[in-house]
C-alpha cells in the first residue's frame, strides 16, 4: 500500500464569511454530510488512515527554526490548507478516484500528494 495525503484548500478570506466557501448553509450543512458519507465509506472500504479540518488559519501559529512564534498560517495570506485525508491505496490511480469522489463530496478541488518513502 502506498499512503496519499489528499488535502483541501480554501481561500484565507472564506473564514470571515458566515457559510465559508459556501453560498448557503443548506449548501454547507449538505456538503459537510456528503463528506461524512464520504468519510464512513473509505473507513468501511479499509482505505482511510486519518481525516481532519482544521481551524481558521487566524488561530494558527509560525515556529521558525530559531523558535521565533508568529501569528497565522505558514503560508501568508493566500489558499490555507482547510482540511485533509490521509489514504492507503495500491495506486496513485487508486488514489485519485478517491480525490475525486472527494471533491464531489466537499465541493472543492482536492490535491494529491504521495508521502516519501
Same mark, same amino acid.
Given at each position: 500500500? @502506498?499512503?496519499?495525503?489528499?488535502?483541501?484548500?480554501?481561500? &484565507?478570506?472564506?473564514?470571515?464569511?458566515?457559510?465559508?466557501?459556501?453560498?448557503?448553509? #443548506?449548501?454547507?450543512?449538505?456538503? %459537510?454530510?456528503? @463528506? +461524512?458519507?464520504?468519510?464512513?465509506?473509505?473507513?468501511?472500504?479499509?482505505?482511510?488512515?486519518?481525516? =481532519?479540518?482544521?481551524? &481558521?488559519?487566524?488561530? #494558527?501559529? @509560525?515556529?521558525?527554526?530559531?523558535?521565533?512564534?508568529?501569528?497565522?498560517?505558514? =503560508?501568508?495570506?493566500?489558499?490555507?490548507?482547510?482540511?485533509?485525508?490521509?489514504?492507503?491505496?495500491? @495506486? %496513485?490511480?487508486? +488514489?485519485?478516484?478517491?480525490?475525486?469522489?472527494?471533491?464531489?463530496?466537499?465541493?472543492?478541488?482536492?490535491?494529491?500528494?504521495?508521502?516519501?518513502?
Amino acid at each position: 500500500m @502506498t499512503s496519499f495525503m489528499l488535502s483541501v484548500y480554501n481561500p &484565507a478570506d472564506s473564514y470571515d464569511r458566515e457559510f465559508g466557501t459556501y453560498d448557503s448553509a #443548506a449548501e454547507m450543512e449538505a456538503a %459537510f454530510a456528503r @463528506t +461524512a458519507e464520504l468519510n464512513d465509506a473509505l473507513e468501511d472500504e479499509g482505505v482511510l488512515v486519518y481525516v =481532519g479540518g482544521l481551524n &481558521a488559519p487566524a488561530l #494558527a501559529v @509560525t515556529v521558525d527554526p530559531s523558535g521565533l512564534e508568529s501569528d497565522g498560517p505558514a =503560508g501568508g495570506s493566500g489558499a490555507v490548507l482547510g482540511g485533509f485525508w490521509v489514504i492507503d491505496t495500491d @495506486t %496513485f490511480e487508486e +488514489a485519485a478516484e478517491v480525490a475525486q469522489r472527494a471533491a464531489v463530496a466537499c465541493g472543492q478541488s482536492i490535491e494529491i500528494r504521495q508521502f516519501e518513502g
